[in-house]
Protein backbone atom coordinates (compact mmCIF):
# COMPACT_ATOMS: atom_id res chain seq x y z
CA UNK A 1 0.00 0.00 0.00
CA UNK A 2 1.46 3.45 -0.92
CA UNK A 3 2.65 6.03 1.56
CA UNK A 4 0.87 8.66 -0.20
CA UNK A 5 -2.12 6.74 0.40
CA UNK A 6 -1.61 5.74 4.25
CA UNK A 7 -1.00 9.70 4.55
CA UNK A 8 -4.37 10.79 2.86
CA UNK A 9 -7.89 11.92 3.93
CA UNK A 10 -8.87 8.76 2.18
CA UNK A 11 -7.52 6.69 4.49
CA UNK A 12 -8.24 8.24 7.38
CA UNK A 13 -12.07 8.59 6.23
CA UNK A 14 -12.13 4.97 5.45
CA UNK A 15 -10.27 3.42 8.11
CA UNK A 16 -12.59 5.57 10.29
CA UNK A 17 -15.36 3.91 8.25
CA UNK A 18 -14.27 0.36 9.34
CA UNK A 19 -14.68 1.15 13.43
CA UNK A 20 -18.06 2.95 12.37
CA UNK A 21 -19.00 -0.56 10.92
CA UNK A 22 -18.04 -2.60 13.14
CA UNK A 23 -20.41 -0.63 16.02
CA UNK A 24 -23.15 -1.05 13.54
CA UNK A 25 -22.42 -4.76 13.26
CA UNK A 26 -22.18 -5.11 16.78
CA UNK A 27 -25.76 -3.15 17.11
CA UNK A 28 -27.07 -5.60 14.84
CA UNK A 29 -25.64 -9.08 16.09
CA UNK A 30 -25.15 -7.96 19.89
CA UNK A 31 -23.67 -11.59 20.76
CA UNK A 32 -20.79 -10.70 17.41
CA UNK A 33 -17.27 -11.06 18.38
CA UNK A 34 -15.18 -8.70 16.44
CA UNK A 35 -11.95 -9.43 14.83
CA UNK A 36 -9.40 -6.60 12.56
CA UNK A 37 -10.66 -4.67 10.29
CA UNK A 38 -8.04 -2.27 8.17
CA UNK A 39 -8.25 0.44 5.17
CA UNK A 40 -7.92 -1.18 2.14
CA UNK A 41 -7.50 0.21 -1.77
CA UNK A 42 -10.38 1.69 -2.46
CA UNK A 43 -12.35 0.95 0.74
CA UNK A 44 -12.44 -1.02 4.32
CA UNK A 45 -13.34 -4.40 5.67
CA UNK A 46 -13.88 -5.71 8.86
CA UNK A 47 -13.96 -9.40 10.33
CA UNK A 48 -16.68 -10.82 12.99
CA UNK A 49 -17.86 -13.95 14.24
CA UNK A 50 -21.22 -13.43 13.81
CA UNK A 51 -24.07 -15.88 15.52
CA UNK A 52 -25.72 -16.66 12.49
CA UNK A 53 -25.53 -15.32 9.25
CA UNK A 54 -25.47 -11.81 7.47
CA UNK A 55 -28.01 -11.85 5.16
CA UNK A 56 -28.90 -8.90 2.64
CA UNK A 57 -31.70 -7.13 5.05
CA UNK A 58 -28.70 -7.13 7.78
CA UNK A 59 -26.18 -5.58 5.65
CA UNK A 60 -28.70 -3.22 4.24
CA UNK A 61 -29.34 -1.99 8.53
CA UNK A 62 -25.87 -1.81 8.81
CA UNK A 63 -25.46 0.70 6.20
CA UNK A 64 -27.84 2.55 7.41
CA UNK A 65 -27.14 2.95 10.96
CA UNK A 66 -23.47 3.79 9.78
CA UNK A 67 -24.77 6.68 8.25
CA UNK A 68 -27.11 8.24 11.45
CA UNK A 69 -23.54 7.76 13.34
CA UNK A 70 -22.05 9.31 10.83
CA UNK A 71 -24.27 12.37 11.34
CA UNK A 72 -24.39 12.32 14.62
CA UNK A 73 -21.36 14.38 14.23
CA UNK A 74 -18.55 12.21 17.11
CA UNK A 75 -15.24 12.67 17.86
CA UNK A 76 -12.34 10.18 17.54
CA UNK A 77 -11.00 10.16 20.99
CA UNK A 78 -7.36 8.67 21.58
CA UNK A 79 -6.14 7.18 24.85
CA UNK A 80 -3.67 4.85 25.69
CA UNK A 81 -3.99 1.87 28.57
CA UNK A 82 -1.32 -0.46 30.09
CA UNK A 83 -2.42 -4.14 29.00
CA UNK A 84 -4.04 -5.13 31.89
CA UNK A 85 -6.87 -1.60 31.55
CA UNK A 86 -6.97 -3.41 27.23
CA UNK A 87 -7.86 -6.82 28.95
CA UNK A 88 -10.48 -5.34 31.13
CA UNK A 89 -11.97 -3.19 27.94
CA UNK A 90 -11.99 -6.53 26.16
CA UNK A 91 -13.82 -9.52 28.71
CA UNK A 92 -15.01 -11.87 26.19
CA UNK A 93 -13.41 -10.57 22.99
CA UNK A 94 -11.41 -13.30 22.48
CA UNK A 95 -9.51 -11.97 19.36
CA UNK A 96 -9.04 -8.59 20.73
CA UNK A 97 -8.00 -10.19 23.79
CA UNK A 98 -5.23 -11.96 21.67
CA UNK A 99 -4.14 -9.17 20.11
CA UNK A 100 -3.23 -7.73 23.38
CA UNK A 101 -1.54 -10.58 24.95
CA UNK A 102 0.88 -10.43 21.48
CA UNK A 103 1.07 -6.53 22.17
CA UNK A 104 2.61 -7.07 25.34
CA UNK A 105 4.44 -9.64 24.14
CA UNK A 106 6.08 -7.47 21.43
CA UNK A 107 5.26 -9.77 18.42
CA UNK A 108 2.50 -7.76 16.83
CA UNK A 109 0.92 -4.13 16.98
CA UNK A 110 -3.00 -3.11 16.99
CA UNK A 111 -3.16 -3.99 13.49
CA UNK A 112 -1.51 -7.26 12.86
CA UNK A 113 1.84 -5.89 11.82
CA UNK A 114 5.12 -7.87 13.32
CA UNK A 115 7.14 -5.72 15.55
CA UNK A 116 10.49 -6.20 17.63
CA UNK A 117 9.54 -5.28 21.77
CA UNK A 118 6.77 -5.22 23.95
CA UNK A 119 4.31 -2.42 23.99
CA UNK A 120 4.05 -0.34 26.96
CA UNK A 121 1.11 1.32 26.21
CA UNK A 122 -1.89 -0.03 24.34
CA UNK A 123 -3.93 2.57 22.05
CA UNK A 124 -7.73 3.06 21.63
CA UNK A 125 -9.64 4.89 19.25
CA UNK A 126 -13.52 5.56 20.66
CA UNK A 127 -15.82 6.86 19.26
CA UNK A 128 -20.21 7.29 19.66
CA UNK A 129 -20.08 4.25 22.09
CA UNK A 130 -17.65 2.24 20.27
CA UNK A 131 -14.17 1.45 21.32
CA UNK A 132 -11.75 -0.13 19.22
CA UNK A 133 -7.73 -1.37 19.43
CA UNK A 134 -6.19 0.82 17.08
CA UNK A 135 -3.32 3.13 16.67
CA UNK A 136 -5.01 4.80 13.85
CA UNK A 137 -4.94 7.25 12.12
CA UNK A 138 -8.60 8.58 12.22
CA UNK A 139 -10.52 11.59 11.41
CA UNK A 140 -10.75 13.76 14.53
CA UNK A 141 -14.86 13.35 14.15
CA UNK A 142 -17.47 11.53 11.81
CA UNK A 143 -18.65 14.67 11.06
CA UNK A 144 -15.77 14.63 8.03
CA UNK A 145 -17.49 11.90 6.30
CA UNK A 146 -19.94 12.01 4.24
CA UNK A 147 -22.66 9.72 4.93
CA UNK A 148 -23.61 10.18 1.36
CA UNK A 149 -20.09 8.51 0.06
CA UNK A 150 -19.97 5.27 2.30
CA UNK A 151 -22.05 2.03 1.11
CA UNK A 152 -21.25 -1.55 2.31
CA UNK A 153 -20.18 -3.56 -0.94
CA UNK A 154 -19.80 -6.81 -1.80
CA UNK A 155 -23.32 -7.34 -0.38
CA UNK A 156 -22.47 -11.82 0.06
CA UNK A 157 -19.88 -11.96 2.87
CA UNK A 158 -16.82 -13.33 2.30
CA UNK A 159 -15.08 -16.00 4.18
CA UNK A 160 -11.56 -15.13 5.71
CA UNK A 161 -9.76 -17.42 8.72
CA UNK A 162 -8.41 -15.95 11.70
CA UNK A 163 -4.89 -14.67 10.93
CA UNK A 164 -4.80 -16.13 7.78
CA UNK A 165 -4.75 -19.33 9.20
CA UNK A 166 -6.77 -22.23 7.95
CA UNK A 167 -6.25 -24.29 11.04
CA UNK A 168 -8.21 -21.68 12.91
CA UNK A 169 -11.65 -19.79 13.35
CA UNK A 170 -13.13 -19.17 10.20
CA UNK A 171 -14.50 -15.40 10.67
CA UNK A 172 -16.76 -13.71 8.18
CA UNK A 173 -15.85 -10.80 6.59
CA UNK A 174 -17.51 -7.72 5.23
CA UNK A 175 -16.88 -5.02 2.78
CA UNK A 176 -17.27 -1.61 2.45
CA UNK A 177 -16.04 1.42 0.38
CA UNK A 178 -15.85 5.34 1.26
CA UNK A 179 -15.25 8.50 -1.09
CA UNK A 180 -15.29 11.99 -0.33
CA UNK A 181 -17.95 12.46 -2.76
CA UNK A 182 -21.50 10.87 -3.33
CA UNK A 183 -20.05 11.05 -7.35
CA UNK A 184 -16.80 9.32 -6.56
CA UNK A 185 -18.83 6.54 -4.60
CA UNK A 186 -21.43 6.18 -7.74
CA UNK A 187 -18.06 6.24 -10.07
CA UNK A 188 -16.72 3.04 -7.97
CA UNK A 189 -19.79 1.28 -7.92
CA UNK A 190 -20.57 1.22 -11.53
CA UNK A 191 -16.74 0.13 -11.66
CA UNK A 192 -17.80 -2.62 -9.37
CA UNK A 193 -20.94 -3.90 -11.77
CA UNK A 194 -18.57 -3.17 -14.97
CA UNK A 195 -16.29 -5.94 -12.99
CA UNK A 196 -18.62 -8.22 -12.37
CA UNK A 197 -19.45 -8.25 -16.58
CA UNK A 198 -16.20 -7.90 -17.04
CA UNK A 199 -15.53 -11.38 -14.81
CA UNK A 200 -12.40 -13.17 -16.53
CA UNK A 201 -14.24 -16.65 -15.32
CA UNK A 202 -17.65 -15.61 -16.85
CA UNK A 203 -15.82 -14.02 -20.13
CA UNK A 204 -13.60 -16.72 -20.66
CA UNK A 205 -16.84 -19.19 -19.99
CA UNK A 206 -18.27 -17.66 -22.95
CA UNK A 207 -15.45 -17.32 -25.55
CA UNK A 208 -14.44 -21.03 -24.33
CA UNK A 209 -11.15 -20.19 -23.35
CA UNK A 210 -10.56 -22.83 -20.31
CA UNK A 211 -12.46 -25.02 -17.59
CA UNK A 212 -11.82 -26.65 -14.12
CA UNK A 213 -12.49 -29.91 -13.44
CA UNK A 214 -13.44 -31.17 -9.71
CA UNK A 215 -11.68 -34.46 -10.68
CA UNK A 216 -8.83 -32.69 -11.88
CA UNK A 217 -8.44 -30.56 -8.84
CA UNK A 218 -9.24 -27.38 -6.97
CA UNK A 219 -6.74 -24.37 -9.03
CA UNK A 220 -5.43 -26.65 -11.85
CA UNK A 221 -6.79 -24.91 -15.30
CA UNK A 222 -7.61 -26.48 -18.33
CA UNK A 223 -7.48 -24.88 -21.51
CA UNK A 224 -9.81 -25.38 -24.35
CA UNK A 225 -8.46 -25.01 -27.74
CA UNK A 226 -8.82 -21.41 -28.11
CA UNK A 227 -7.30 -20.68 -24.81
CA UNK A 228 -4.37 -22.66 -25.52
CA UNK A 229 -4.06 -20.61 -28.80
CA UNK A 230 -4.36 -17.69 -27.13
CA UNK A 231 -1.88 -18.61 -24.41
CA UNK A 232 0.30 -19.80 -27.34
CA UNK A 233 0.17 -16.32 -29.59
CA UNK A 234 1.37 -14.75 -26.04
CA UNK A 235 4.23 -17.58 -25.53
CA UNK A 236 5.86 -17.45 -29.07
CA UNK A 237 5.79 -13.75 -29.31
CA UNK A 238 7.71 -13.01 -25.90
CA UNK A 239 10.13 -16.01 -26.30
CA UNK A 240 11.10 -14.12 -29.82
CA UNK A 241 11.51 -11.31 -28.53
CA UNK A 242 13.91 -13.02 -26.03
CA UNK A 243 15.64 -14.79 -28.32
CA UNK A 244 15.91 -10.91 -30.24
CA UNK A 245 17.53 -9.83 -27.02
CA UNK A 246 20.23 -12.52 -26.55
CA UNK A 247 18.22 -15.13 -23.99
CA UNK A 248 18.74 -18.78 -24.30
CA UNK A 249 15.73 -20.82 -23.88
CA UNK A 250 16.13 -23.83 -21.50
CA UNK A 251 13.52 -26.63 -20.25
CA UNK A 252 13.28 -27.77 -16.03
CA UNK A 253 11.48 -30.94 -14.36
CA UNK A 254 7.85 -30.54 -12.85
CA UNK A 255 9.96 -31.79 -9.77
CA UNK A 256 13.16 -31.41 -8.11
CA UNK A 257 14.92 -33.14 -5.24
CA UNK A 258 13.98 -31.47 -1.89
CA UNK A 259 18.00 -30.85 -0.97
CA UNK A 260 17.63 -28.42 -3.64
CA UNK A 261 15.09 -26.12 -2.23
CA UNK A 262 17.15 -26.03 1.30
CA UNK A 263 20.02 -25.00 -0.50
CA UNK A 264 17.83 -22.20 -2.20
CA UNK A 265 15.76 -21.55 0.73
CA UNK A 266 12.62 -21.65 -0.78
CA UNK A 267 12.13 -24.58 1.58
CA UNK A 268 11.56 -24.36 4.82
CA UNK A 269 11.04 -20.36 3.54
CA UNK A 270 7.70 -20.84 1.60
CA UNK A 271 7.01 -24.28 3.29
CA UNK A 272 3.07 -23.64 4.19
CA UNK A 273 2.55 -22.66 0.33
CA UNK A 274 4.45 -25.94 -0.90
CA UNK A 275 2.81 -28.81 -1.66
CA UNK A 276 4.08 -31.88 0.69
CA UNK A 277 7.59 -33.58 -0.03
CA UNK A 278 6.90 -37.24 -2.24
CA UNK A 279 9.11 -40.07 -1.32
CA UNK A 280 10.67 -41.64 -4.15
CA UNK A 281 13.70 -44.75 -3.88
CA UNK A 282 14.58 -42.96 -0.29
CA UNK A 283 14.98 -39.25 -1.40
CA UNK A 284 12.24 -36.50 -0.70
CA UNK A 285 11.09 -34.71 -3.91
CA UNK A 286 8.89 -31.87 -4.25
CA UNK A 287 7.06 -30.30 -6.64
CA UNK A 288 8.74 -27.17 -8.39
CA UNK A 289 7.85 -24.58 -6.45
CA UNK A 290 10.10 -22.13 -8.49
CA UNK A 291 12.66 -22.41 -11.55
CA UNK A 292 15.21 -20.10 -10.34
CA UNK A 293 16.93 -23.37 -8.10
CA UNK A 294 16.84 -25.12 -11.64
CA UNK A 295 18.57 -22.59 -13.98
CA UNK A 296 21.13 -21.93 -11.22
CA UNK A 297 22.10 -26.08 -11.55
CA UNK A 298 22.03 -24.98 -15.51
CA UNK A 299 24.66 -22.46 -14.82
CA UNK A 300 26.44 -24.58 -12.60
CA UNK A 301 26.94 -27.36 -15.07
CA UNK A 302 30.40 -26.00 -15.87
CA UNK A 303 32.86 -23.72 -15.59
CA UNK A 304 32.03 -20.11 -16.88
CA UNK A 305 34.77 -17.42 -18.04
CA UNK A 306 33.87 -13.81 -17.84
CA UNK A 307 33.88 -13.69 -21.65
CA UNK A 308 30.65 -16.19 -21.23
CA UNK A 309 29.04 -13.83 -19.52
CA UNK A 310 26.29 -12.35 -19.10
CA UNK A 311 24.54 -15.62 -19.57
CA UNK A 312 20.31 -15.19 -20.18
CA UNK A 313 18.25 -18.50 -18.98
CA UNK A 314 14.17 -18.05 -20.05
CA UNK A 315 11.65 -20.80 -19.92
CA UNK A 316 8.43 -20.63 -19.35
CA UNK A 317 8.34 -22.94 -16.46
CA UNK A 318 5.44 -24.64 -15.06
CA UNK A 319 5.29 -24.33 -10.85
CA UNK A 320 3.35 -25.58 -8.15
CA UNK A 321 2.01 -23.68 -4.78
CA UNK A 322 -0.65 -24.56 -2.38
CA UNK A 323 -2.90 -21.80 -2.26
CA UNK A 324 -6.00 -22.38 0.80
CA UNK A 325 -9.36 -23.45 -0.89
CA UNK A 326 -10.77 -19.72 0.31
CA UNK A 327 -8.45 -17.60 -2.14
CA UNK A 328 -8.72 -19.52 -5.05
CA UNK A 329 -9.66 -17.34 -7.92
CA UNK A 330 -10.12 -18.48 -11.79
CA UNK A 331 -7.20 -17.73 -13.47
CA UNK A 332 -6.00 -14.89 -11.10
CA UNK A 333 -5.24 -17.10 -7.93
CA UNK A 334 -4.63 -21.30 -9.10
CA UNK A 335 -2.03 -23.78 -7.32
CA UNK A 336 -0.72 -24.52 -10.76
CA UNK A 337 0.62 -22.09 -12.93
CA UNK A 338 3.44 -21.05 -15.82
CA UNK A 339 5.69 -18.26 -15.38
CA UNK A 340 7.62 -16.33 -18.48
CA UNK A 341 10.84 -17.05 -16.17
CA UNK A 342 14.14 -15.78 -16.95
CA UNK A 343 17.47 -15.21 -15.12
CA UNK A 344 20.61 -13.74 -15.90
CA UNK A 345 24.08 -14.66 -14.59
CA UNK A 346 26.59 -11.27 -14.79
CA UNK A 347 29.71 -10.15 -13.59
CA UNK A 348 28.83 -6.61 -11.10
CA UNK A 349 30.48 -4.58 -14.28
CA UNK A 350 27.75 -6.08 -16.46
CA UNK A 351 25.22 -6.06 -13.44
CA UNK A 352 23.29 -2.08 -14.57
CA UNK A 353 23.07 -2.02 -18.16
CA UNK A 354 21.44 -5.71 -18.06
CA UNK A 355 19.21 -4.56 -15.13
CA UNK A 356 18.19 -1.47 -17.72
CA UNK A 357 18.28 -3.58 -20.39
CA UNK A 358 15.54 -6.37 -18.94
CA UNK A 359 13.18 -2.97 -17.65
CA UNK A 360 13.25 -1.81 -21.55
CA UNK A 361 11.89 -5.00 -22.57
CA UNK A 362 9.47 -5.48 -19.71
CA UNK A 363 8.38 -2.00 -21.14
CA UNK A 364 8.28 -2.94 -24.74
CA UNK A 365 6.11 -5.99 -23.71
CA UNK A 366 3.61 -3.79 -21.75
CA UNK A 367 3.27 -1.05 -24.73
CA UNK A 368 2.92 -3.81 -27.05
CA UNK A 369 0.07 -5.10 -25.50
CA UNK A 370 -1.42 -1.23 -25.00
CA UNK A 371 -0.94 -1.47 -21.21
CA UNK A 372 0.39 2.10 -20.60
CA UNK A 373 -1.26 3.12 -17.28
CA UNK A 374 2.07 1.62 -14.99
CA UNK A 375 3.54 2.81 -11.78
CA UNK A 376 7.02 0.97 -10.44
CA UNK A 377 7.82 -0.01 -7.03
CA UNK A 378 11.05 -0.55 -5.45
CA UNK A 379 10.84 -3.33 -2.85
CA UNK A 380 12.86 -3.45 -0.03
CA UNK A 381 13.16 -5.02 3.26
CA UNK A 382 11.18 -4.92 6.33
CA UNK A 383 13.75 -4.15 8.58
CA UNK A 384 11.32 -5.56 11.62
CA UNK A 385 11.31 -9.19 9.53
CA UNK A 386 13.28 -12.01 9.49
CA UNK A 387 12.34 -13.94 6.55
CA UNK A 388 14.88 -12.30 4.50
CA UNK A 389 18.36 -13.83 4.32
CA UNK A 390 22.14 -12.92 3.24
CA UNK A 391 24.30 -10.03 4.41
CA UNK A 392 23.38 -6.66 4.68
CA UNK A 393 25.98 -5.22 2.50
CA UNK A 394 24.95 -6.98 -0.21
CA UNK A 395 21.09 -6.22 0.09
CA UNK A 396 22.43 -2.50 0.17
CA UNK A 397 24.36 -3.24 -3.15
CA UNK A 398 21.80 -4.82 -4.59
CA UNK A 399 19.04 -1.86 -3.88
CA UNK A 400 21.09 0.93 -5.10
CA UNK A 401 21.82 -1.20 -8.23
CA UNK A 402 18.14 -1.31 -8.66
CA UNK A 403 17.80 3.16 -7.06
CA UNK A 404 20.09 3.84 -9.75
CA UNK A 405 19.27 2.12 -13.32
CA UNK A 406 15.58 3.97 -12.73
CA UNK A 407 17.17 7.23 -12.01
CA UNK A 408 19.23 6.44 -15.62
CA UNK A 409 16.19 5.12 -16.97
CA UNK A 410 14.32 8.51 -15.76
CA UNK A 411 11.72 5.78 -14.27
CA UNK A 412 9.45 6.91 -11.86
CA UNK A 413 9.38 4.78 -8.45
CA UNK A 414 8.00 4.69 -5.43
CA UNK A 415 10.39 2.40 -2.50
CA UNK A 416 7.88 0.42 0.03
CA UNK A 417 9.41 -1.56 2.83
CA UNK A 418 8.29 -5.51 3.01
CA UNK A 419 7.69 -6.08 -0.64
CA UNK A 420 11.53 -7.27 -1.54
CA UNK A 421 11.64 -11.29 -2.36
CA UNK A 422 13.33 -13.14 0.53
CA UNK A 423 16.55 -13.46 -1.05
CA UNK A 424 16.67 -9.81 -2.83
CA UNK A 425 15.24 -6.17 -3.29
CA UNK A 426 12.86 -6.19 -6.53
CA UNK A 427 11.72 -3.91 -8.85
CA UNK A 428 7.75 -4.48 -9.44
CA UNK A 429 5.21 -3.02 -12.45
CA UNK A 430 1.78 -2.43 -11.08
CA UNK A 431 -0.33 -1.67 -13.60
CA UNK A 432 -3.51 -0.25 -13.75
CA UNK A 433 -6.53 -1.60 -15.90
CA UNK A 434 -9.79 0.18 -17.35
CA UNK A 435 -11.39 -0.02 -14.38
CA UNK A 436 -8.59 1.97 -12.51
CA UNK A 437 -7.93 -1.52 -10.81
CA UNK A 438 -3.89 -2.31 -9.88
CA UNK A 439 -2.33 -5.55 -10.74
CA UNK A 440 1.50 -6.39 -10.29
CA UNK A 441 2.94 -7.44 -13.18
CA UNK A 442 6.48 -7.46 -14.62
CA UNK A 443 9.19 -8.01 -11.74
CA UNK A 444 13.07 -7.48 -12.19
CA UNK A 445 14.99 -8.82 -9.03
CA UNK A 446 18.49 -8.27 -7.64
CA UNK A 447 20.12 -10.93 -5.89
CA UNK A 448 23.09 -11.67 -4.37
CA UNK A 449 22.35 -14.13 -2.01
CA UNK A 450 21.84 -17.80 -3.66
CA UNK A 451 24.89 -17.42 -6.13
CA UNK A 452 26.65 -17.63 -2.30
CA UNK A 453 24.13 -20.36 -1.45
CA UNK A 454 25.11 -22.13 -4.45
CA UNK A 455 28.49 -21.25 -4.06
CA UNK A 456 28.52 -20.03 -8.31
CA UNK A 457 31.68 -18.66 -9.57
CA UNK A 458 33.09 -17.34 -12.97
CA UNK A 459 36.89 -17.09 -13.92
CA UNK A 460 37.32 -13.33 -14.45
CA UNK A 461 39.98 -11.34 -16.42
CA UNK A 462 42.66 -11.61 -13.79
CA UNK A 463 42.38 -15.46 -13.32
CA UNK A 464 40.63 -15.30 -10.48
CA UNK A 465 37.27 -17.00 -9.22
CA UNK A 466 34.80 -14.69 -8.98
CA UNK A 467 31.06 -14.85 -7.73
CA UNK A 468 28.28 -13.69 -10.18
CA UNK A 469 25.21 -11.86 -9.48
CA UNK A 470 21.25 -12.55 -10.52
CA UNK A 471 18.94 -10.78 -11.95
CA UNK A 472 15.56 -12.89 -12.18
CA UNK A 473 12.92 -11.34 -14.20
CA UNK A 474 9.09 -12.01 -15.25
CA UNK A 475 7.17 -9.84 -17.58
CA UNK A 476 4.09 -11.40 -17.71
CA UNK A 477 4.62 -13.25 -14.03
CA UNK A 478 2.31 -15.80 -14.18
CA UNK A 479 0.58 -16.33 -17.69
CA UNK A 480 -2.48 -18.12 -15.89
CA UNK A 481 -3.28 -14.85 -13.87
CA UNK A 482 -1.95 -12.86 -16.63
CA UNK A 483 -4.21 -14.02 -19.45
CA UNK A 484 -6.92 -13.33 -16.54
CA UNK A 485 -6.30 -9.72 -16.24
CA UNK A 486 -6.24 -9.62 -20.01
CA UNK A 487 -9.13 -11.33 -20.42
CA UNK A 488 -10.89 -8.25 -18.10
CA UNK A 489 -8.36 -5.49 -19.40
CA UNK A 490 -9.70 -6.09 -23.01
CA UNK A 491 -13.14 -7.31 -21.99
CA UNK A 492 -13.00 -10.36 -24.65
CA UNK A 493 -12.17 -8.36 -26.66
CA UNK A 494 -8.57 -8.68 -27.73
CA UNK A 495 -6.08 -7.02 -29.90
CA UNK A 496 -6.67 -8.84 -33.27
CA UNK A 497 -3.08 -10.43 -33.16
CA UNK A 498 -3.69 -11.75 -30.09
CA UNK A 499 -7.50 -12.90 -30.69
CA UNK A 500 -8.14 -16.71 -30.96
CA UNK A 501 -9.88 -16.65 -33.92
CA UNK A 502 -9.39 -13.27 -36.39
CA UNK A 503 -12.18 -13.54 -38.60
CA UNK A 504 -14.91 -15.73 -39.26
CA UNK A 505 -16.39 -15.91 -43.04
CA UNK A 506 -19.74 -15.92 -43.02
CA UNK A 507 -21.95 -17.51 -46.13
CA UNK A 508 -25.37 -15.63 -46.95
CA UNK A 509 -26.67 -18.82 -47.96
CA UNK A 510 -25.62 -22.05 -48.31
CA UNK A 511 -25.05 -21.66 -52.24
CA UNK A 512 -22.32 -19.49 -50.77
CA UNK A 513 -20.60 -22.10 -48.45
CA UNK A 514 -17.81 -23.71 -51.17
CA UNK A 515 -16.70 -19.73 -51.57
CA UNK A 516 -16.70 -19.10 -47.75
CA UNK A 517 -14.64 -22.12 -47.43
CA UNK A 518 -12.14 -20.76 -50.09
CA UNK A 519 -11.98 -17.51 -49.08
CA UNK A 520 -10.95 -19.20 -45.28
CA UNK A 521 -8.19 -21.23 -47.23
CA UNK A 522 -6.89 -17.84 -48.73
CA UNK A 523 -6.38 -16.46 -45.72
CA UNK A 524 -5.02 -19.38 -43.71
CA UNK A 525 -2.58 -19.46 -46.52
CA UNK A 526 -2.05 -16.23 -45.01
CA UNK A 527 -1.16 -16.62 -41.57
CA UNK A 528 -4.60 -15.61 -40.12
CA UNK A 529 -6.17 -17.59 -38.02
CA UNK A 530 -9.89 -18.03 -39.42
CA UNK A 531 -13.28 -19.99 -39.60
CA UNK A 532 -15.97 -20.52 -41.52
CA UNK A 533 -20.07 -20.08 -39.93
CA UNK A 534 -21.43 -22.90 -42.05
CA UNK A 535 -24.19 -23.32 -39.30
CA UNK A 536 -27.98 -23.54 -40.49
CA UNK A 537 -28.63 -20.68 -38.26
CA UNK A 538 -29.74 -16.79 -40.57
CA UNK A 539 -27.21 -14.53 -41.40
CA UNK A 540 -28.28 -12.08 -39.07
CA UNK A 541 -27.68 -14.60 -36.03
CA UNK A 542 -24.39 -15.55 -37.14
CA UNK A 543 -23.36 -11.79 -36.86
CA UNK A 544 -24.88 -11.35 -33.27
CA UNK A 545 -23.02 -14.56 -31.72
CA UNK A 546 -20.04 -14.20 -33.23
CA UNK A 547 -20.17 -10.11 -32.53
CA UNK A 548 -20.45 -12.35 -28.51
CA UNK A 549 -17.21 -14.31 -29.43
CA UNK A 550 -15.68 -10.72 -30.13
CA UNK A 551 -13.99 -11.94 -33.43
CA UNK A 552 -12.32 -8.70 -34.77
CA UNK A 553 -13.30 -9.31 -38.67
CA UNK A 554 -16.73 -11.05 -40.04
CA UNK A 555 -16.54 -11.21 -43.48
CA UNK A 556 -20.36 -11.68 -44.82
CA UNK A 557 -19.80 -13.49 -48.20
CA UNK A 558 -22.99 -14.05 -50.75
CA UNK A 559 -23.61 -14.16 -54.61
CA UNK A 560 -22.74 -10.72 -55.87
CA UNK A 561 -19.27 -11.32 -53.64
CA UNK A 562 -18.53 -14.04 -55.33
CA UNK A 563 -19.16 -13.02 -58.63
CA UNK A 564 -16.77 -9.81 -57.90
CA UNK A 565 -13.73 -12.14 -55.61
CA UNK A 566 -14.58 -9.62 -52.66
CA UNK A 567 -15.70 -9.81 -49.29
CA UNK A 568 -18.01 -7.51 -46.90
CA UNK A 569 -15.84 -6.98 -44.23
CA UNK A 570 -17.78 -6.01 -41.37
CA UNK A 571 -15.98 -5.44 -37.39
CA UNK A 572 -16.92 -6.57 -34.12
CA UNK A 573 -17.65 -2.67 -33.58
CA UNK A 574 -20.74 -3.61 -35.87
CA UNK A 575 -19.15 -0.89 -38.53
CA UNK A 576 -19.57 -1.90 -41.48
CA UNK A 577 -16.31 -1.41 -44.24
CA UNK A 578 -18.39 -2.92 -47.06
CA UNK A 579 -17.05 -4.85 -50.02
CA UNK A 580 -13.14 -5.13 -50.70
CA UNK A 581 -11.31 -7.58 -52.89
CA UNK A 582 -9.92 -10.81 -51.03
CA UNK A 583 -6.45 -9.76 -51.62
CA UNK A 584 -6.71 -5.86 -50.18
CA UNK A 585 -8.33 -7.32 -47.22
CA UNK A 586 -5.79 -9.86 -46.68
CA UNK A 587 -3.31 -7.25 -47.01
CA UNK A 588 -4.91 -4.92 -44.25
CA UNK A 589 -5.30 -7.80 -42.14
CA UNK A 590 -1.97 -9.14 -41.93
CA UNK A 591 -0.22 -5.57 -41.59
CA UNK A 592 -2.44 -4.93 -38.32
CA UNK A 593 -1.25 -8.47 -37.15
CA UNK A 594 1.80 -8.43 -37.97
CA UNK A 595 2.67 -4.74 -36.17
CA UNK A 596 0.77 -6.57 -32.83
CA UNK A 597 -1.74 -3.44 -33.41
CA UNK A 598 -5.07 -2.95 -31.29
CA UNK A 599 -6.85 -1.09 -34.35
CA UNK A 600 -8.95 -3.02 -36.43
CA UNK A 601 -8.88 -0.32 -39.35
Not at 25 to 37: D, L, Q, S
Not at 310 to 336: I, K, M, N
Request: proline share 6%; hydrophobic share 40%; aromatic share 10%.
Amino acid sequence: MAEEYKDSQLFKIRHSSAHIMAQAMRERFPEAHIAIGPPIEDGFYYDFELPQPAGEEDLKWVENRMKEIIRGGYPFQYREVSADEARAEFTGEKYKLELIDELASGKFDENGNPVSGPATKISFYTQDTFTDLCRGPHVASTAEINPDAISITFKAPAGAYWRGDEKREQLTRIYGTAWETPEQLQEYLHRLEEAKRRDHRVVGEKLGLFTFSPLVGKGLPLWKPKGAVLRDTLERWLRQVQIDNGYLPVVTPHIGNLNLYRTSGHYPYYKDSQYAPIQVDEEEYLLKPMNCPHHIMIYKSEMRSYRDLPQRYAEFGTVYRYEQSGELHGLTRVRGFTVDDAHLFVTPEQLLAEFKAVVKLIQYVFSTLGLQDFRARVGIRDPQSDKYVGDDALWEQATEAILQACDELGLPYAVEEGEAAFYGPKLDFIFRDVLKRNWQLGTVQVDYNLPARFELEYVAEDNTRQRPIMIHRAPFGSLERFIGILIEHFDGAFPAWLAPVQAVVIPVTDKNLGYAEKIAGQLKAAGLRVEVDAGKARMGQKIAVQREQHVPWLLIVGGRDEEAGTVSVRLRTDEDLGAMPVAAFIEQAAQLVNEKSAALQ
